[in-house]
């Protein structure tokens, strides 16, 4: 059964500061990887996707990177703003015949001005 | 444009009384997702649509049951509603056809029961 752990649990940092969030798989048989945000009272918001062959992905301020065969995935954010606060949360899908998303507990991250 | 969207975004119901929370999209996504997320908590599977196959979890109360009608549409239907089932419900669509290929969610649907 897969299992997906997001370290730390929660992270307060001042406005500009560079920051990384971690998640780690016990499964290293994955499609892909997918970083997602969520507000509070909100849907989830897709941020990065690595495809299992991929090592990283960049999208603006964010980078998400990728190693399989040791489970782990980084996302980095640079120049923290006040808007950044949010639940992030990393989701793994299976491949084969499932495709089953399973998701860690999340990040939930404060930028303070 | 909204591609998964679920309805109602709230919705009240009370205890005992079935409710049917509904997802549809316009992504042409061959898997759909229903998960179960109660505040601080990660959101939890219930089950899955891989194409026409319904994947359960496990640990899915039997109170919770799953219908696809079509492509399109997927429906969560709770028998008897306890207060437990209180959370937000969240829809979320896949396609296998492609590993670059992200899951997209709905705004979700507040489920409260008095």
């Known amino acids: 059964k897969q299992e997906v752990t997001q370290i730390p649990a929660a992270l307060s940092v001042p406005e500009g500061e560079n920051l990384v969030l971690n998640c780690s798989f016990t499964?290293?048989?994955?499609?892909?990887l997918q970083w997602f945000r969520q507000d509070p009272g909100k849907g989830l918001t897709s941020l990065l996707l690595?495809?299992?062959?991929?090592r990283e992905q960049t999208s603006g301020r964010l980078n998400a990177s990728l190693d399989k065969s040791s489970g782990r995935s980084t996302l980095y954010i640079a120049a923290s703003q006040p808007g950044d606060s949010a639940t992030y949360l990393c989701?793994?899908?299976?491949?084969?015949?499932?495709?089953?998303?399973?998701f860690g507990k999340g990040t939930l991250l404060t930028v303070n001005p | 444009d909204a591609m998964v969207i679920q309805n109602p975004r709230y919705q009240v119901t009370q205890f005992g009384k079935p409710v049917t929370l509904s997802c549809s999209q316009t992504?042409?996504?061959?898997?759909m997702y229903w998960y179960q997320q109660k505040s601080s908590q990660a959101p939890k599977l219930l089950f899955h649509?891989?194409?026409?196959?319904?994947?359960n979890e496990a640990d899915t109360p039997d109170n919770f049951q799953s219908r696809r009608p079509n492509t399109s549409f997927c429906f969560l239907d709770i028998r008897s509603p306890g207060l437990g089932d209180a959370a937000m419900y969240l829809c979320?669509?896949?396609?296998?056809?492609?590993?670059?290929?992200?899951?997209?969610f709905g705004q979700g649907t507040r489920l409260t029961v008095v």
């Open positions: 979320a669509t896949s396609f296998t056809g492609s590993p670059n290929t992200e899951a997209f």
């Open positions: 499964d290293s048989a994955i499609y892909n």
């Open positions: 690595i495809q299992s062959s991929q």
């Open positions: 989701a793994v899908k299976r491949g084969g015949s499932n495709y089953k998303l399973t």
């Open positions: 992504l042409n996504h061959n898997v």
């Open positions: 649509y891989y194409d026409k196959d319904f994947n």
